[in-house]
């Protein structure tokens, strides 16, 4: 099947009961089909060669300059039933989840609520590496070691650990799955080892942003998915994302590996922060948006995030608050965050000088979906 067909589902958003919307966005798909059929060619070809070439599954979406140059969903949700993908359905973020988490941040600095430069210990005083800081977090450049790396036991057995025998008062949930609360008390209890960082060098870690979820909900009294509905995705429409919880467990669609197998729950499926956030393209689209405006975070506010926080390694790369950062050689920085968790990987790429976006969303393990240097590079009219 043409990739090209695949426009069809742009061309196809308007509501047959509003003329007036109609004829907007008719107006709209002729003015694409004038000015920009190069560009939708060259997309579409490397789309066709990067993705659908390599048995993509997912969503796909790329925008430049307020015009969607192509946004579609390819192959199943659910292989078992054979339940196809929609423009609403939901993907794991996997680290790009990290967005909001390092936004809400920013946020919460705006409102004086927390700075930077504070010790973790002054919102959660056993925190026993003392002199991490919130900025050091944000930024990958804490001596935190990767949960996944020193909590090799089961969670039940941890309970053994801390004397909770007494199982029959816990949910079948809270046998099997850590909670970010936990994570804190594992660290309190048993104080794994620090990576060395002597030069605050970016070290990406999973734990800095469960850690900083836990922040966000002492200094607003909410939980987690509570705090990001009500400041993000209630408030700004972004309606297909959500913070999976244990609440979502019964509800739970497996990710696939690359032979298709399907990845069922573990124990650390219930910790958010670094991980967690479900959305789609549409919503992501929404959210780059809203941080490419100030209806959320003043300007300023969001280009010290995009500011290097540690110095750029060899690969011209290096990490902001909540973003990744690259540097090409005689380009625009590149703003960026890409996720993997189970077989869900995912990629969101942001050029602010071209206002273009790119947005890849994989339920099975793709590694093209990582493949961005020729969708940026057509973007930015490289040949």
């Not at 946004?71 to 949700?77: H, L, R, V, Y």
């Not at 008390?185 to 794994?192: E, R």
């Not at 060395?196 to 939980?223: G, H, V, W």
């Not at 993000?232 to 690359?258: A, C, H, M, Q, W």
Request: hydrophobic residues 35%.
């Amino acid at each position: 099947m043409k990739i090209f067909i695949y426009l069809l589902v742009f061309f196809t958003l308007c509501n047959p009961k509003k003329e007036q919307k109609k004829k907007e966005i008719v107006k709209k798909s002729e003015f694409i089909k004038k000015i920009d059929t190069v560009l939708n060619k060259r997309i579409l070809q490397a789309v066709d060669s990067i993705l659908i070439k390599h048995k993509f599954n997912g969503q796909i979406l790329i925008a430049k300059d307020d015009i969607v140059l192509i946004d579609t969903s390819i192959g199943f949700i659910n292989f078992k039933d054979s339940s196809r993908i929609k423009r609403s359905t939901s993907f794991h973020l996997a680290s790009v989840s990290k967005t909001f988490t390092g936004m809400m941040c920013m946020k919460l600095y705006e409102e004086n609520k927390l700075d930077f430069s504070d010790l973790v210990t002054k919102y959660l005083p056993l925190f026993p590496y003392k002199s991490v800081t919130i900025g050091e977090l944000l930024s990958h450049t804490s001596v935190l070691p990767d949960y996944a790396n020193f909590i090799t036991i089961e969670k039940k057995d941890f309970l053994k650990k801390k004397n909770n025998t007494d199982f029959d008062k816990f949910s079948k949930t809270d046998l099997n799955f850590y909670t970010n609360e936990d994570i804190l008390d594992y660290i309190i209890k048993y104080t794994p080892n620090p990576i060395s960082n002597p030069k605050k060098e970016f070290q990406y870690c999973n734990t800095n942003y469960a850690i900083l979820a836990i922040i966000i909900e002492r200094i607003t009294n909410m939980d987690y998915p509570s705090v990001l509905n009500k400041y993000i995705f209630n408030k700004y429409g972004l309606k297909n994302t959500f913070v999976f919880t244990r609440n979502n467990i019964d509800t739970y669609i497996p990710s696939y590996k690359e032979n298709y197998e399907a990845w069922g729950l573990e124990k650390f499926d219930l910790i958010y922060g670094d991980k967690n956030i479900y959305s789609n393209t549409i919503d992501l689209l929404l959210w780059d948006n809203l941080l490419k405006s100030e209806s959320f975070l003043k300007k300023k506010t969001i280009e010290f995030a995009y500011d290097p926080k540690s110095v750029i390694n060899k690969e011209k790369k290096t990490y902001g608050y909540g973003w990744r950062l690259s540097f090409p050689k005689n380009e625009e920085k590149i703003i960026y965050h890409n996720g993997w968790w189970h077989g869900n990987n995912t990629a969101f790429i942001r050029l602010l000088k071209e206002n273009a976006v790119i947005i890849i969303l994989g339920n099975r393990y793709n590694e093209y979906i990582y493949s961005h240097k020729k969708f940026i590079d057509i973007l930015r009219d490289i040949n």
